[in-house]
């Protein structure tokens, strides 16, 4: 299983993953001719995607999905939620409500919790690896832990440092609220405690996403990070910090 982050954070996000048999894009927040570049660049044609899995319908994770779908013909995966407000962006489509298969990907549909009438995030399983993608939610809820445990890979929001937030003049009151609620965001506190739970010996690679520019930093986020993680003695694994406007390697377990 291969996987690059091509963009994430506040102005678009989208994440390729690749099997043996299947490629699949994870959202499309970005224009087509920048993901068309970003593809090139690990060796990918856009015609080569099989899929597109759809997180939410903010902007920031859908702004590209017309253009691209529309040139390239390629299936959306989304809610029937979902679908209510992306129908004038996709003509091929199907709902995803708990598991679907994509060649040799299985993959699981995973609640999470934003300020949106859906939101989803997602394990893909195949050929004995597995990884689990999970950005825009204010808390990962218990009833799915078991499910996320000992994957190989985590791709995993660490949107702000709580500190660097409430301190931000630029930010109002309310603002801060939404993002710190249960439909908010995981700040690198709550990214670094679900991670503590989650991840094991099969685990590979931790890849923090979705951090804010404004009120975060990859040194604050690792520190929080790593010191959790040594506090509840788990291994470090190898962190890779997925930035907003550079891909970050095509990562192989």
């Known amino acids: ?112 919790s934003h300020d949106t009438e859906d939101s989803n995030g997602y394990i893909i399983e195949s050929n004995n690896k597995s990884l689990v993608y999970i950005t825009d939610t204010g808390y990962i809820n218990k009833k799915n832990h078991n499910l996320l ?23 109002p009151y309310h603002i801060k609220q939404r993002i710190l609620g249960d439909r908010g965001h995981l700040s690198n506190k709550d990214s670094a405690y679900y991670l503590s739970k989650f991840i094991g010996e099969n685990t590979k690679y931790i890849i923090l996403a979705h951090l804010s520019e404004e009120n975060n930093t990859d040194e604050i986020a690792l520190k929080t990070i790593n010191e959790t993680l040594d506090e509840a003695t788990k291994q470090n694994k190898n962190i890779i910090i997925a930035h907003q406007n550079e891909q970050t390697e095509l990562i192989e377990v």
């Open 149 to 171: 445990k000992n994957k190989n890979i985590y791709v995993l929001e660490s949107n702000h440092d709580i500190d660097l937030l409430m301190n931000n003049p630029k930010y």
């Open 1 to 112: 299983m291969k996987i690059c982050v091509l963009a994430s954070g506040s102005k678009g996000n989208s994440c390729y993953i690749e099997t043996k048999e299947a490629k699949i894009l994870i959202d499309l927040g970005i224009n087509c001719l920048t993901l068309e570049k970003k593809l090139k660049q690990i060796n990918v044609t856009p015609k080569e995607i099989d899929a597109i899995l759809i997180t939410h319908t903010h902007t920031d994770h859908t702004a590209g999905l017309k253009v691209f779908t529309k040139k390239y013909h390629t299936k959306v995966y989304q809610t029937e939620i979902m679908y209510k407000e992306l129908k004038d962006s996709v003509t091929e489509y199907e709902f995803i409500n708990n598991q679907i298969q994509i060649k040799d990907a299985t993959i699981t549909a995973i609640k999470t």
